[in-house]
């Protein structure tokens, strides 16, 4: 194994025996010879990759597609049938729920079985003692027994033993998805800095966006063996595809009432746009077209009416997209997003979420379809991003999406902006290039929309009471 390799894994397999009935695997036990009373299940197929020290290997894939066998692989909790797992140093795992624990020990007891098993010695666990049980923040609980432990207190306490026994290996699987979201975002920062000190990570999830921010490459699993292996982005796509296809062979054979195919639709919405917010660096262009419809231009105004990328916050601005449909849709959505350095969307409309009804738009006539409304971020570099679908009956196909096509600088106050809860108007116009209106919608929803002067942080909501707001944007 190289010097700079965290990982490595070589052809592992993991086979695991069924057996129709108890008394099969009674004989099977008792009577060997003969033919076998089971049934082969191979949980993994032949793996094979190495893993970087000091990066973050995603690992995604549907249920039941070998990514928590392959966890416990790596961890050293399961034999591997056939193949070979080297790992550099020590590894610390996060598993299912509550894995290690002893249900009728207390939190603090329980630290001490884990830093065993780990490894560690007496005088290692107490100089981590504190620092975990700070992290894991569950007040006196520490020292009741963990079967009285939430599913989110197991979680914290889990995590916090985890990261804090100084892991040259960290392997999380899906159990930061019972925390709650603050503990969720300390949890992310953490392994950040993990991840800066040069610590490697495995990390297993359902959330695309998840994966695409936090993850340096990722792994497709597909009934035991990977079928994707690269970018987020890249995997991401392909994940969000093979859902669509799986998607698309239920509903064909009929097994799809109209509530599972409004849902699936809705999940598969979801998880697209989740894969769109893989944002290259600024200035790198990346998109994906279909061949039914495309871009042709784009603009952004600021609230004098001119063209340009500078924009102001709190003052309206409007970006308009053209749009030519190559051929029938059925229901066509349209939209646009602004990102924050690093993928994550902060601001955006769609047309068909909105309830804009595009069914006029004609196919080889360019449209211009313009979302106006005040600029409800903080002073800062942005990225600016557009796409369109079409909504089918039971999944969304994407038709042209482009990524990081423009930068957006928006200028305003340098320190903390605060804004008040108001009635703010959005705008969404479609019309043909001469100028002929297809389709207009405008509402008011609370939203964001001027300074206050007091400094108070409130529920949002409540009429003309301030909020505060951090600015979180790199200057």
């Not at 995603?58 to 416990?72: D, E, P």
């Not at 995590?159 to 019972?178: M, T």
């Not at 209106?437 to 509402?443: I, M, S």
Request: glycine fraction near 10%.
């Amino acid at each position: 194994m190289s010097d700079d390799i965290g990982i490595s894994v070589r052809n592992l397999s993991k086979c695991y025996h069924v057996y129709r009935t108890p008394a099969d695997r009674l004989k099977d036990a008792l009577l060997p010879w003969g033919r076998p009373r089971y049934e082969e299940f191979w949980a993994l197929k032949d793996l094979s990759f190495d893993l970087r020290e000091g990066r973050v290997l995603g690992v995604i894939g549907r249920n039941g597609a070998g990514k928590s066998t392959l966890l416990q692989l790596l961890a050293g909790v399961l034999k591997p049938t056939t193949g070979q797992v080297h790992v550099k140093g020590r590894v610390s795992a996060l598993l299912e729920l509550g894995t290690g624990f002893v249900r009728d020990f207390t939190g603090r007891e329980n630290i001490w079985i884990y830093g065993g098993i780990l490894g560690l010695s007496k005088q290692q666990i107490a100089a981590y003692l504190d620092d975990i049980i700070a992290f894991a923040d569950i007040g006196s609980f520490i020292d009741q027994p963990v079967k009285f432990y939430s599913s989110g207190m197991y979680c914290r306490l889990a995590f916090a033993v985890a990261v804090n026994v100084d892991p040259d290996i960290l392997i999380v699987d899906e159990a930061l998805a019972v925390g709650d979201m603050f503990f969720r975002n300390r949890s992310f920062n953490r392994m950040r800095m993990m991840r800066e000190q040069g610590k490697t990570i495995v990390f297993v999830t359902h959330s695309l966006g998840q994966f695409r921010e936090f993850c340096d490459e990722g792994i497709l699993l597909e009934r035991g063996q990977v079928i994707s292996r690269g970018s987020t982005g890249q995997v991401a796509t392909h994940y969000v595809e093979l859902t669509r296809r799986q998607e698309d062979l239920l509903a064909q054979s009929g097994r799809l009432t109209e509530a599972e195919k409004e849902y699936l639709s809705k999940q598969l919405a979801k998880s697209i746009e989740e894969t769109s917010r893989d944002l290259p660096p600024h200035g790198k262009h990346h998109s994906f077209a279909s061949g039914v419809a495309r871009f042709t231009d784009f603009t952004v105004y600021n609230h004098r009416n001119e063209r340009t990328f500078m924009l102001e916050t709190l003052k309206p601005f409007r970006v308009e997209l053209t749009l030519v449909l190559d051929e029938p849709v059925q229901r066509l959505a349209v939209g646009y997003w602004i990102h924050k350095e690093g993928g994550e969307p902060l601001l955006g409309h769609n047309t068909l979420f909105l309830g804009m009804d595009l069914s006029g738009v004609e196919i080889g006539k360019p449209y211009i379809i313009s979302f106006e409304q005040p600029l409800l971020l903080h002073p800062g570099r942005y990225c600016l991003g557009m796409g369109c679908a079409d909504h089918l009956e039971t999944h969304i196909r994407l038709l042209d999406t482009h990524y990081g096509v423009a930068e957006i600088t928006v200028v305003g106050e340098k320190d903390r902006l605060y804004f008040s809860w108001v009635e703010g108007p959005t705008r969404i116009r479609a019309r043909t290039a001469q100028g002929e209106e297809v389709g207009y919608l405008e509402y008011q929803s609370p939203t964001l929309a001027r300074p206050v002067d007091e400094l108070s942080l409130v529920t949002p909501g409540r009429g003309d009471e301030p909020m505060l707001t951090d600015a979180n944007v790199d200057e």
